[in-house]
């Protein structure tokens, strides 16, 4: 087994306000190289990762040595794949922005590989807030990412689009932390995909959609959560928790911490979720995390989001079966073809087998189970997953089913409800 050496941390570069940063253009000269990695190769000795395959140690090597090199690197996450540059390199974060084609007032997470690199990119006067600490405790590594105040002489703006704020996570992922940790560097690492569509949870999503863009893809595998990591705001004066995104660590999880260790604050820390429990239009026009701007999650076809679940509003009736499918033929004749229908939804669903009773040969129905109703952690896992088959498979629209928004079943639908174009309130 061995012991990876850590590099020595480059010098950080002078930071510049985002309108003086340039944005690199992606260069296309890439050979995109894929580099199989084995998750399970690698334990840790405290912060430090060792690791028992020399074949997954040359290719984290290559790796860290692309980071330092400036350039972009793609990695697996427990949560999603990244594209990762060096956080503190304005110029290597530039290129994260250029190859997805990523709008510059949409920030970044900080990923590192311990606590000691944490308090490396947090200001030298702040001090951890219980609550944090016990946050970190139960779900870091993992898929969490927490808000800290930030300090533009340490991290560039052009991380955090100039907001008060960085974002800030450690991931449990085997090869992105010793990645990570062999870089001796904190990485900066949105998914590893083009900027709008939907998010890797393989090296093959990576490879079909940004070859030639990124030099190298450390494949490890499928990713385990399959949704990017929940964002938490726990920095406002009333001391509640905001979940700005939903995503792997569950509303569920956060409460459940709250009761058992944090109890005895006066008052306890609430859960409140964005859009469903509060709103707040500044974050929203100007935001302090991923995904809450722009649209997201969206293949190449339409997207209809079939809503069998919640109760539509008193104006609108809901739409039968036959209706919906109807309007989906309309098209055939401008396709002078069948339509090839892509389908999502859970494996015990109704939905499949009642569109297939109201299809025709007008219609081919291709079937993407996301797992039983009663396990949304499932869903989570095959959701963009599915996306991105269907996509590939050609064909000309998607339909998704509504799951309840519970446990995973939230960031499930936070996602879905980004892609679809559409929704349709059905009646089954």
């Given at each position: 087994m061995l012991r990876l050496t850590l590099l020595r941390h480059r010098p950080v570069l002078k930071h510049f306000p985002p309108t003086h940063v340039t944005v690199l253009r992606p260069r296309m000269a890439f050979t995109t190289q894929i580099l199989k990695c084995d998750p399970d190769s690698v334990s840790f000795d405290g912060d430090k990762p060792c690791i028992a395959s020399s074949q997954t140690t040359q290719a984290l090597t290559w790796a860290s040595e692309?980071?330092?090199?400036?350039?972009?690197?793609?990695?697996p996450t427990e949560t999603v794949y990244g594209l990762g540059a060096l956080a503190l390199e304005p110029d290597a974060v530039s290129r994260i922005f250029s190859t997805k084609g990523r709008p510059p007032d949409n920030p970044l997470i900080v990923h590192v590989a311990s606590r000691d690199m944490l308090l490396r990119v947090l200001p030298k006067d702040y001090?951890?807030?219980?609550t944090y600490e016990v946050l970190m405790r139960h779900f870091w590594p993992g898929p969490l990412t927490l808000l800290f105040p930030t300090d533009s002489s340490i991290v560039p703006p052009i991380i955090t689009a100039n907001q008060p704020t960085v974002a800030v996570r450690m991931p449990s992922h085997p090869i992105a932390r010793a990645l990570i940790a062999l870089a001796d560097a904190p990485v900066a690492a949105p998914s590893?995909?083009?900027s709008g569509k939907p998010s890797p949870t393989r090296a093959e999503h990576v490879y079909n959609d940004i070859q030639g863009k990124v030099g190298i893809i450390l494949d490890g595998g499928a990713c385990g959560v399959g949704l990017e990591s929940t964002v938490v705001d726990g920095l406002q004066a009333d001391?509640?928790?905001r979940v700005l995104r939903p995503g792997g660590v569950t509303v569920e999880d956060l409460e459940r911490v709250i009761r058992e260790d944090l109890?005895?604050?006066e008052p306890a820390p609430q859960v409140l979720v964005h859009k469903r429990d509060y709103r707040d239009e500044a974050i929203e026009h100007a935001p302090t995390t991923p995904g809450m701007?722009?649209?997201h999650y969206s293949p190449s076809v339409p997207v209809t989001l079939l809503l069998t679940q919640s109760t539509p509003p008193t104006s609108t009736q809901r739409t039968s079966l036959s209706t919906f499918v109807g309007s989906l033929k309309t098209s055939v004749e401008t396709l002078g073809r069948p339509l090839r229908v892509g389908v999502l939804a859970p494996s015990d669903s109704p939905l499949p087998d009642r569109l297939k009773s109201h299809g025709t040969a007008d219609i081919e129905w291709l079937q993407h189970p996301l797992g039983p109703v009663a396990d949304p952690a499932v869903s989570a896992h095959r959701l963009f997953d599915g996306l991105l088959t269907l996509d590939r498979a050609k064909v000309d629209h998607i339909?998704?089913?509504?799951?309840?928004?519970?446990?995973?079943?939230?960031?499930?639908?936070?996602?879905v409800k980004k892609a679809a174009g559409?929704?349709?309130?059905i009646e089954l």
């Open positions: 692309q980071l330092h090199a400036l350039q972009t690197v793609a990695f001090k951890m807030s219980r590893a995909n083009s001391g509640n928790l109890a005895d604050l701007k722009y649209r339909v998704i089913e509504e799951i309840r928004e519970e446990r995973e079943g939230l960031a499930v639908m936070n996602r559409t929704s349709v309130w």
